[in-house]
């Protein structure tokens, strides 16, 4: 697919792939993430950061080279993948994903601290907008937009512990899809968020 070829704001299939990227992309992701938690966690030494600016120059020059529009990036669309390989989402599983809703395990880590030990409420908002987009997109075999998403946060996710998502479609009315989510540690209810995602129409930006 060309950047000229899509139509609207989002692509016209869903592009998935396995392969793009190579076998190893996803471990390149997870460094990629690691990374992240890292620079989150760090209390580097002048001389550190130093070093690592020259080092992440390097890399960013790497990445720089070979960078792609988003209709082909492989970010996004590796379905093997946690999060589909997108670094901008928590990273989580999915279990199961039919046109009723979804079940995935997502683990937030030291990236997506709010505080306490606690993860930030906008990395919930994430997680809960992508799984119920993609329940909208299953629910009807096309790109789905959020019109709003209102969550609840009942009470602390913690990070670095496997959280459980389950989403569930309420009620299809023409283009309009309502939804509904909730995020658990156990049997503790963490989130709940519902939410109504407006199928696009050909072309809609
Ligand atoms: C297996 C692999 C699968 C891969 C899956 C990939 C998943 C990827 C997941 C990624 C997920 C990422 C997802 C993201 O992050 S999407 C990014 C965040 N969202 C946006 O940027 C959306 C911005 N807004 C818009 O684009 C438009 O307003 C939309 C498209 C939403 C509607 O504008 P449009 O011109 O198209 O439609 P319309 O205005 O005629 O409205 C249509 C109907 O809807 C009703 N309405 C509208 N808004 C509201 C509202 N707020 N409350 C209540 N009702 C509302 C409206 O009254 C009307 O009802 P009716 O009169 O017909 O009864």
Redesign the pocket.
């Known amino acids: 697919m060309t950047d000229e070829q899509h139509e609207g704001?989002f692509r016209t299939d869903?592009a998935?792939s396995v392969d793009k990227g190579g076998p190893r992309y996803g471990e390149f992701v997870e460094s990629a993430r690691l990374f992240m938690d890292r620079v989150r966690a760090a209390m580097p030494t002048e001389e550190l950061v130093d070093d690592l600016i020259d080092e992440l120059a390097t890399i960013n020059a790497k990445l720089e080279a070979v960078a792609i529009d988003e209709w082909n990036s492989p970010s996004?669309t590796r379905?093997d993948l946690p999060a589909?390989g997108n670094i901008t989402l928590p990273p989580y599983l999915v279990n199961r994903?039919d046109a009723t809703g979804v079940d995935a395990t997502l683990r937030f880590t030291r990236f997506h601290l709010g505080g306490n030990n606690a993860a930030h409420g906008g990395y919930i908002g994430t997680a809960f907008?992508?799984l119920?987009?993609?329940t909208g997109?299953?629910a009807t075999g096309k790109?789905?937009?959020?019109?709003?998403l209102t969550v609840n946060y009942r009470s602390i996710t913690p990070l670095y512990t496997d959280l459980s998502v389950t989403t569930q479609v309420t009620k299809v009315?023409?283009?309009?899809i309502f939804v509904a989510a909730q995020m658990r540690d156990g049997d503790r209810l963490c989130a709940e968020a519902d939410g109504?995602?407006?199928a696009?129409?050909p072309g809609?930006p």
């Not at 790109?143 to 709003?148: E, F, L, S």
């Not at 009315?173 to 309009?176: E, F, S």
């Open positions: 704001g869903m998935i996004g379905i589909r994903a907008d992508d119920l987009g993609m997109a299953l790109v789905t937009r959020t019109a709003y009315d023409g283009r309009k109504l995602f407006i696009l129409n809609q």
